[in-house]
């Protein structure tokens, strides 16, 4: 594509820009101020606003950004040289209250002119446009120039872009590409003069910071990190449009380029306005809020702008990277990429909203990305194609919750998700209780939180495969739902705990596999869990008991426990004393003590080890628990919009120590991490909803009938303790059964004297999960029970003996 065709007059003007390839590319603040894009799916681009500027544009995808930013330079020629988003102050506001429609006031230093900006795509291409007005001081406007100043980085990357200058039509524009994808740049009114440069060396920022005047019109720049830039006399065009444009190929982007500069700006924002006011958000959850709905209506667009068009249903984690400043080329993920964690809370959130279409969308997307075992990746493009590769067994559990919730509310239409719940409980059944990766994403274990989130996908898939009359499997589900349950604060409290003198039995962060557990490190001590985020001259391992977070309230959430649970309770004092943080908007968590993921003591950026900040998402997860528990929640949902941006977005950290202006860092306010984070828009929706309702939102009815009552109160007990290849045992309390799990079909051949006598059990299938085998003790019996595994479809025996003590009950 480095010809263009004969159609398109390339301007040579003064020929190859200099300083090939220009510096090292960098991405720009993840700080959003706003996340926009047309409503309509035909409009493939997303844009997203910091600093009163326009920042990664996304096309064709959602989690493919084109563009590091464009701002807009001004100069008189002679006595001044502004950088907007350096030397402008600005006001920023929405247009209208339900479109993310963006209108940015800016003024100079001695405030004798006014850049007024307004934001929208074009509501049926991939067309973002700028309108902009100038108004002011008419001897500083008669000489004023404007100079918008773009840096594409295209196909996810600042290094190997080229442009040209060029003229179609008869007006001077400016093409850039790599690989298939162009940009075209251009304005209304047409460019008097353009370049294209090498960022750092020949870009328009180096040519008019020199002298306050454009002396360089290159005609090109190719193969590099460049800039591209364009000439507009305010003298003769006070109000302008310019728009930037994309396409498979130079035709496309050119033609859509024309094609809505062809339209005036005022039709095509009546469209996008109009088009987002036929999905409002819900005025009924206003009533919740302490900000008349503000952030209510904010967050429900950007859960809704952050669903991909092509591949319908998929939401992705955040339109931001994290630290963005500070990362080049090589991080080709950021925070665009779908966790099915974090979409199962935005389908969940819009489910609140009363979105039950979107929802499914939802639901169905991930059907299609379920892998052939029932698992998802960790996280993945929206295409499905995998990025990190680690097991989360909540990232299985949650949308076999998402599909419960549909299912009870109507919402399936004619999906059947029978299968779909079936292959994902079978996963959690072959590797829960041990999850490779916790919701941290950091260390393997048994956790607090995703051991919720299993128990109650396994209780969601029994309620929907016993509606389909497979009532075996669902008997075999709850069962080992029960086991989990039964021993969840066994494996994951500590009895001897060093946080909080008065508090020795609390729910730990995770305790880390035994070595006959799955996922063991031996490089670990045993018992102690390793920190990745760590500086180099900090402590990385740590013992379990020495690390807390708040995960154990999903249980709480979804009706596992009561919020008057002792050990809940006294787990809190525990969470509080190491991880609330009290700011000037209200009180706020971090994810668990020691946590090195988050901006530097400093306040320079994460770059591998930094300290963790506090997360409001924390915040509202709290909020649940105390609504479960009775208490006003209202002190939590002002926190909330305190925490949020002056467009509204929620970031994933809030900076929770005293001010660093020089760094931009103020107390309570957005860190250098994601903004904005969906999950946390998403767990703000939900409270609005559950306060609204009265009750959690994201409480499973079928969870907490079975469990919240109590052990003294419940109809059933769990008499199981449950085998596997992958996760060996070594005795049994006496009077238990001994459930051996395995993928395939078995015979268990087994003794209790020895071998002298020899008795044997042929596996029973359940479907997905596998087949299991049963041997049943006596509470008098001793001794052990002594066994091996044939497997007849493969003719094939274990190979050993595997020994189980029995202890007494």
Request: hydrophobic share 40%.
């Amino acid at each position: 594509m480095s010809d263009l065709a004969a159609s398109y007059l390339w301007l040579d003007d003064q020929g190859p820009a200099f300083g090939s390839p220009g510096l090292k590319p960098r991405w720009t603040s993840s700080r959003k101020d706003s996340v926009s894009t047309a409503y309509a799916a035909s409009s493939r681009v997303w844009f997203t606003l910091s600093h009163g500027t326009l920042n990664e544009i996304y096309y064709p995808t959602i989690d493919r950004p084109q563009t590091r930013d464009m701002e807009l330079l001004f100069t008189d020629g002679e006595t001044f040289f502004h950088e907007e988003k350096r030397n402008f102050t600005y006001d920023f506001q929405y247009i209208d209250p339900h479109a993310p429609a963006v209108r940015v006031s800016g003024s100079d230093p001695q405030g004798r002119y006014t850049v007024t900006k307004e934001f929208i795509s074009d509501p049926h291409h991939p067309v973002v446009l700028m309108n902009v007005k100038v108004t002011g001081d008419e001897a500083v406007l008669s000489r004023l120039k404007c100079y918008p100043l773009l840096a594409p980085h295209l196909n996810g990357g600042g290094a190997g872009n080229s442009a040209r200058s060029i003229e179609v039509a008869g007006q001077r524009a400016i093409l850039a590409w790599k690989g298939n994808t162009s940009l075209a740049l251009g304005a209304d009114c047409g460019f008097t003069r353009s370049s294209c440069g090498y960022v750092g060396t020949s870009d328009g920022y180096q040519d008019l910071a020199s002298d306050m005047k454009m002396d360089w019109q290159f005609g090109q720049a190719l193969d590099g990190n460049i800039a591209l830039m364009g000439e507009i006399d305010v003298a003769s065009h006070r109000e302008f449009t310019i728009a930037i444009a994309f396409g498979d190929g130079h035709h496309a982007a050119l033609a859509g380029l024309m094609q809505t500069l062809s339209t005036p700006y005022n039709e095509h924002l009546e469209r996008f306005i109009a088009q987002w006011n036929r999905a409002a958000s819900p005025d009924e959850l206003a009533a919740a809020s302490t900000d008349d709905g503000r952030l209510m209506r904010i967050s429900h667009r950007i859960v809704l702008t952050h669903e991909d068009k092509t591949f319908s249903g998929a939401f992705i984690a955040s339109a931001s990277i994290p630290w963005g400043a500070s990362k080049g080329d090589d991080d080709l993920g950021g925070y665009h990429l779908v966790w099915t964690r974090d979409m199962v809370q935005s389908a969940s959130a819009l489910l609140a909203c009363g979105r039950t279409d979107t929802a499914r969308r939802a639901l169905v997307y991930l059907a299609c990305t379920q892998r052939p075992d029932g698992s998802f990746a960790q996280n993945f493009w929206v295409d499905g194609t995998p990025y990190w590769t680690g097991i989360q067994l909540d990232e299985v559990a949650f949308p076999i919750i998402l599909a419960w919730r549909l299912w009870k509310v109507g919402g399936l239409g004619d999906f059947d998700v029978f299968h779909f719940v079936e292959n994902a409980a079978a996963f959690l059944v072959r590797y829960a209780p041990v999850t490779q990766q916790e919701r941290w994403e950091e260390n393997a274990g048994y956790s607090p939180s995703t051991l919720a989130a299993v128990i109650s996908g396994l209780i969601c898939a029994a309620d929907i495969a016993r509606a389909h009359q497979s009532v075996e499997l669902a008997s075999f589900l709850e069962t080992y739902a029960d086991w989990i349950e039964a021993n969840l604060d066994t494996w994951t409290t500590t009895d001897d705990g060093v946080l909080l003198p008065d508090v020795k039995r609390h729910y730990m962060r995770i305790r880390p596999p035994a070595p006959e557990d799955p996922f063991y490190n031996p490089q670990i001590p045993i018992g102690s869990i390793h920190l990745s985020n760590r500086g180099p001259d900090e402590r990385f391992d740590f013992a379990a008991r020495e690390v807390i977070d708040a995960g154990f309230l999903e249980l709480v959430r979804y009706g596992i426990r009561r919020a008057d649970d002792p050990l809940i309770v006294d787990s809190l004092k525990v969470v509080d004393h190491c991880l609330k943080i009290e700011t000037p908007y209200g009180p706020c968590w971090r994810r668990y003590n020691h946590d090195g993921y988050g901006q530097k003591k400093d306040g320079g950026p994460y770059d591998g080890y930094g300290q963790g900040r506090a997360w409001p998402l924390l915040g509202g997860e709290r909020a649940h628990y105390e609504l479960a528990a009775g208490h006003d929640v209202k002190p939590f949902i002002r926190a909330y919009e305190g925490f949020s941006s002056v467009g509204g977005m929620l970031p994933e950290q809030v900076w929770d120590y005293a001010d660093i202006p020089s760094e931009g860092m103020y107390f309570g306010k957005s860190a250098g991490s994601a903004q904005p984070l969906v999950w946390a828009h998403a767990e703000y929706l939900k409270l609005l909803r559950s306060v609204v309702d009265g009750r959690v939102f994201d409480r499973i009815s079928a969870v907490e009938d079975r469990y919240a009552k109590g052990p003294e109160q419940r109809s059933f007990k769990s008499l199981i303790e449950v085998y596997q290849t992958t996760r060996a045992i070594s005795s049994i309390p006496a009077g238990l059964m001994l459930r051996i799990l395995d993928p395939v079909a078995f015979r268990v051949v087994y003794t209790f004297d020895n071998w002298a006598t020899t008795l044997h059990a042929e596996s029973r299938a359940v479907g997905y999960p596998g087949s299991y085998a049963d041997i049943f003790t006596a509470p008098e019996q001793r001794g052990s029970i002594i066994f091996t595994l044939y497997w007849p479809g493969e003719d094939r025996w274990l190979g050993r003996n595997v020994e189980v003590a029995l202890t007494p009950p």
